[in-house]
T-cell receptor
């Protein structure tokens, strides 16, 4: 069975500092990995995905994520955080069989000015 | 492209009534649609997977008679919450998978906030 773990309920960073939101996964076979962001009372906004190819994936709003197969991780990163990045972030995974995305519990990112 | 809409965006109903939520893929055909449920500050929990023209597959613990899903066409799926109760109050999000792109893409609707009084 597929699963996703986001070990941190909340991440706090100061504006301008780099941020990392952690994600580890478990799937049988090769994973399809995704990051989404959700603002209050809103749907999900797609940030980036890893399917194959380069381990470093660049996405929307300056975010990037690094796929690490040996550590089964797909951490979300940004070199310089903005206050407007404060939101709820979800990591998601599915296997090649094309099943539904399975989501982690979410990490609240709080960026202070 | 790849826009998924939901209607209504929010609904308030009395306990015991039924509520229908529509999910439409506006500019692509979706053979598969997924329904998720999200409680405040919690993750999205997959409720069911629906394939066009066939019965939905429900996740363990989801009552199929309470959450009726119909996927009548390649662009429309509906979720009906029957005899709603306050514990059904939640944020319901649908997602549609495109025929294109090797089934890699799953697009999400904006969600429907259901409040049962």
């Amino acid at each position: 069975a597929q699963s996703v773990a986001q070990p941190e309920d909340q991440v706090n960073v100061a504006e301008g500092n780099p941020l990392t939101v952690k994600c580890t996964y478990s799937v049988s076979g090769n994973p399809y990995l995704f990051w989404y962001v959700q603002y209050p009372n809103r749907g999900l906004q797609f940030l980036l995905k890893y399917i194959t190819g380069d381990n470093l994936v660049k996405g929307s709003y300056g975010f990037e994520a690094e796929f690490n197969k040996s550590q089964t991780s797909f951490h979300l990163k940004k070199p310089s955080a903005l206050v407007s990045d404060s939101a709820l972030y979800f990591c998601a995974v599915r296997d090649q069989a094309g099943t539904a995305l399975i989501f982690g519990k979410g990490t609240t990112l709080s960026v202070s000015s | 492209g790849a826009v998924v809409s939901q209607h209504p965006s929010w609904v308030i109903c009395k306990s015991g009534t039924s509520v229908k939520i529509e999910c439409r893929s506006l500019d692509f055909q979706a053979t598969t649609m997924f329904w998720y449920r999200q409680f405040p500050k919690q993750s999205l929990m997959l409720m069911a997977t629906s394939n066009e023209g066939s019965k939905a597959t429900y996740e363990q613990g989801v009552e199929k008679d309470k959450f009726l899903i119909n996927h009548a066409s390649l662009t429309l799926s509906t979720l009906t919450v029957t005899s709603a109760h306050p514990e059904d109050s939640s944020f319901y999000i649908c997602s549609a998978r495109s025929l294109a792109g090797g089934y890699n893409e799953q697009f999400f609707g904006p969600g429907t906030r259901l409040t049962v009084l």
